[in-house]
């Protein structure tokens, strides 16, 4: 059975941090690509930033300098610190592992960027 758990998500003010975890299981992860989507409310789903099992690195324009994404191959996790959040960031954040056809998710963690 496939899981992807989420941690990490919260209140935070403007200008702050914070750093996502997901940890999975039931899945080869190494040969997985792993990303971070976000739905903000009233609005679509949006990929934040993908990390393949190469290594090579996709961030939305939005993030780009203030989220780096990255795994632990050891442990199974994947993270994604994020950096000079902005209230824009406000969203549920998924975690999301894909190869080829499958795409599996994790249940989401709300992230909420206020003063």
């Known amino acids: 059975q496939v899981q992807l758990v989420e941690s990490g998500g919260g209140l935070v003010q403007p200008g702050g941090s914070l750093r996502l975890s997901c940890a999975a299981s039931g899945i080869i992860f190494n040969l997985h690509t792993m990303a971070w989507y976000r739905r903000a409310p009233g609005k679509q789903r949006e990929l934040v930033a993908a990390l393949s099992s190469g290594g090579n690195t996709n961030y939305v324009d939005s993030v780009k300098g203030r989220f780096p994404i990255s795994r632990d191959k050891a442990k199974k996790m994947v993270y994604l610190q994020m950096n000079r959040l902005k209230p824009e960031d406000t969203a549920v954040y998924y975690c999301?592992?894909?190869?080829?056809?499958?795409?599996?998710w994790g249940q989401g963690t709300q992230v909420t960027v206020s003063s």
């Open positions: 999301n592992a894909h190869l080829a056809l499958k795409n599996y």
